[in-house]
């Protein structure tokens, strides 16, 4: 409980610092750390990323079911962001997209500390956290792809993605190098400046979140259930941090037309939109769990986090501002705030 609490009132306390404040002096900088830190923080979803090749047709039915749980959340806010709010579909769209992924070091953290990890719901939804986090990822490319236009560095895109799935696939968990925390920083480092030069004099844009995870997929890993021999503490302040500086990233809120009650509304549609989609894991499983059991995974998958943060990170990137991306912000907080009481309900549901 205390992660969540201290990451809402981070998040919290960034936005309102970029309201209050005037960072622009600083802005490349603050930009720069805060991809550092993204680059770290999915370079660890990469480490957790793990498959047995030999039940390749188990794990596409879960890639499946993550996938459904992480588009329809999107889809759902997505189409509130250009009816509700009138935003441009390719807008809305990648906007939406902060709704898709469930936060994998919270649910872990949180569940395990809640006494259940050793229940059927920890053990799907450890599979799931790690694929919906990825589908995310997969998500954001024809979407930025959309961003860039079809030009011929387009294509150059594309090829690059698909040689980074195939590393990620071909060479899952297979290279033996150091992955203490030192070394993490150090990876971080390096993938943030080579995107950089390659954005800088190639006029290709791969952005960090995938490059990031394939190096963490690749890297051999000891896998446990919540953070094998990274230390956890480092972990945390790297992700607090992050959650922070991509508060402090928010534009100057337009909302002085915007009633704070009727945004209130919009924060907690948003909210609820986002949870329903993941809900669609009810339905899934029916030979596996009984409902309660069902439910407890559906509602376990709706904590939200540093993904989702990094989501609208790029999102602001590419210029993106106005009200809907402020309730989109709030919408993260708000959920965040709420996933103490997501895993209250998930215990009651295990207990009853």
Known sequence: ?????????????????????????????????????????????????????????????????????????????????AMVFKTNWNHALLIGVFAAPTSAGVLFAMLAAAGLKKTWVFQKAQVLAVFDDFDAILLLIPLQIAFI????????????????????YFKLNSWKTPHGQGWMVFYSIMMVTLVELVKAYGQIDLGVLLPSFVLGA??????????????????QIIKALFIFLVGCSLPKMAVAHVNAG??????????????????????????????????????????RGEVGAGVLFIALGY???????????LSLGLNLCLTGLFIMIVKRLQKA
């Open 218 to 235: 690749v890297i051999y890993y000891e896998h446990n259930a919540i953070n094998g021999d990274r230390p956890f503490l480092f972990d």
């Open 1 to 81: 409980m205390f992660l969540v609490i201290l990451y809402s009132i981070l998040l919290i306390s960034g936005m309102v610092c970029s309201q209050a404040v005037n960072l622009s002096s600083i802005k490349p900088g603050l930009d720069l750390i805060t991809k550092i830190c993204l680059a770290y923080i999915m370079i660890g979803v990469g480490l957790e990323f793990i498959i047995d090749k030999k039940r390749l047709k188990n794990y596409g039915f879960d890639f499946l079911f993550a996938f459904l749980a992480a588009a329809l959340p999107w889809i759902l806010c997505a189409v509130y962001f």
């Open 262 to 303: 009727i945004l209130a509304c919009h924060v907690a549609a948003l909210t609820v939109l986002s949870n329903l989609g993941k809900c669609f894991l009810f339905f899934c499983y029916k030979k596996e769990a009984g409902w309660k059991d069902r439910l407890a995974l559906s509602v376990a998958m709706f904590p």
């Open 319 to 329: 210029g993106l501002e106005g009200v809907a991306m402020n309730a989109a912000g």
């Open 149 to 168: 236009g079809l030009r011929p560095e387009l294509f150059v895109v594309v090829a690059g993605i698909l040689a980074l799935l195939s590393t990620a």
